[in-house]
């Protein structure tokens, strides 16, 4: 092939470069340039410096494709910028990838800042901050632009001190301090939830980030052991979320009643009904475990109580220890997703195809909802009381039943821990979008009339 030129050609770093030398005219027509031969495209041979790729016929400081040079040794490709680096460096992100076939490409990937939607597409993942994504022509893609910085909180939560007022977090009864709260929550828009665990009726309450508190009473003497509050991955709801709860006692504890409102089970605020706003979409049998608050009255009946990124609502425990459930709200339809060999206590969402599930002893498996599949992710040095991931940094939280109880930090592959914070008692966490963890006090006292039942720290501010 040819190429017309009117100037000196050179490729650096793609093998050399060409001079073009002028053609001797032949006649008056002859137009004043020349003909070169086109130079040979880049190749691994001649790209060799540490993270160079070939793209575009030139040599380039890009690690991220797929057969860029190796990195220096001690040195790993950087997705923030493509570039070889320390990976002990700040804000220095992984190249993670995620397998995400599809009919047209089964090789399809999705790399750091993006997620798979389960269906062969590779879209931003909500909280990254990463503005764009670039790929490769058999589908592998990776978030560009993905800030160091944490981008802003996109609302604001209620004040510590509503949060920690004695009608969201106390009991009404006999003014007792041991009683309240038992569970946290927040929506997108930083709306809080709590559930109780009082002597009585229980309580489902919502507290607006202005201060408005709305309550809803159990429809039975059954304990109320967790919330959950939808809020998807990918997208950002614009109204009060959507709230499930469970109702939990042991066999023996004399809280049960007869009837459909006195099963144990999972509710759903619904909030139209007047006559009944918790109905029961998810009826459970008494179970009994260990942990994670050591007590057989509490560790009962369902736990592990999560929305999924489908928009179903999942819970374990429901007929024996070790299973976990899926209710479609919209078709009523029950299916038994997973049978762990253990008690489950807590989970979370971790991707829009996988949850987190937490079992007795400390040990989380990553499960898929859609299949059933389930790989260890991380083995804690406890019973897990709670879990949640940011979505910024991809890292998880998991509270733990230690002596004292820890908060710990798990890397998003689940290989390193460390300490986050010790919490005043232990309790339940939970992420909201203001850029905060929060915890709530549960046991072995609530202590709600110190005000310090609810305590929150700042996540950390880069990546």
């Known amino acids: 092939m040819w190429r017309w030129v009117v100037a000196m050609l050179a490729l650096p770093g793609c093998g050399g470069s060409t001079e073009a030398t002028p053609a001797e005219p032949t006649d008056s027509s002859s137009v004043d340039t020349a003909v070169v031969p086109e130079v ?35 040195a790993m490709c950087d997705f923030t910028d493509g570039k070889c680096k320390d ?27 993006l997620l798979c939607d389960g269906k062969g597409e590779c879209v931003s993942a909500l909280g990254s901050g990463c503005t764009s994504q670039e790929g490769e022509a058999d589908g592998r893609s990776w978030a560009t632009g993905c800030p160091c910085e944490r981008p802003a909180a996109r609302c604001a939560a209620p004040s510590l001190e509503d949060l920690n007022q004695p009608g969201f977090v106390g009991s009404p009864v006999n003014d007792r301090d041991s ?14 939830y709590a559930v109780t665990m009082i002597s009585g009726p229980d309580y489902l309450r919502q507290l607006t980030p202005d201060g408005k ?25 614009k109204e009060l979320g959507d709230v499930a709860a469970t109702y939990i ?68 425990n429901i007929e024996a220890n070790g299973d976990f459930m899926r209710v479609d709200l919209a078709t009523k339809a029950t299916t038994k997703v997973a049978t762990f060999a253990s008690r489950v206590t807590a989970a979370a969402i971790y991707d829009i195809t996988r949850l987190m599930v937490a079992l007795e002893g400390g040990q989380i498996d990553l499960l898929n909802a859609a299949t059933g599949s389930r790989t260890a992710f991380a083995k804690l040095p406890g019973h897990v009381t709670s879990l949640r ?8 939280y998991a509270e733990v039943a230690t002596t004292p109880p820890q908060i710990l930090e798990v890397s998003p592959d689940g290989k390193e821990q460390r300490l986050f914070q010790t919490p005043p008692r232990l309790g339940r966490i939970t992420i909201a979008p203001d850029q905060h963890l929060y915890h709530l006090s549960v046991y072995p006292a609530v202590g709600w009339k110190a005000k310090t039942s609810i305590v929150r720290w700042p996540l950390p501010t880069k990546r």
């Open 213 to 237: 508190l709305t309550t809803w009473t159990s429809t039975t003497n059954l304990n109320m052991g967790q919330v959950a509050v939808l809020r998807v991955p990918t997208g950002e709801f």
């Open 40 to 74: 040979a495209t880049c190749t691994a041979a001649t790209c060799t410096a540490p993270g160079s790729s070939c793209r575009a016929d030139a040599c380039v400081a890009d690690c991220r494709f797929r057969g860029a040079t190796a990195c220096a040794s001690g």
């Open 249 to 316: 006692c042991c066999a023996t504890c004399g809280c049960i009643e007869t009837g459909e409102d006195g099963r144990l089970g999972v509710v759903r605020l619904d909030r139209a009904s007047a006559s009944r706003p918790l109905p029961n979409v998810l009826p459970a049998k008494p179970t009994t475990g260990k942990g994670p608050f050591g007590d057989s009255a509490i560790d009962t009946g369902p736990y592990a109580l999560t929305w999924g990124a489908d928009r179903a609502l999942y819970a374990g």
């Open 389 to 396: 991931r940011d979505k910024f940094t991809q890292r998880v």
């Open 87 to 113: 990976p002990k460096s700040e804000c220095f992100l992984a190249g993670t990838f995620e397998p995400c076939p599809s009919s047209s490409f089964p090789m399809k990937a999705c790399g750091p800042g």
């Open 179 to 192: 009683e309240g709260a038992f569970d946290l929550d927040f929506d997108d828009l930083c709306t809080a």
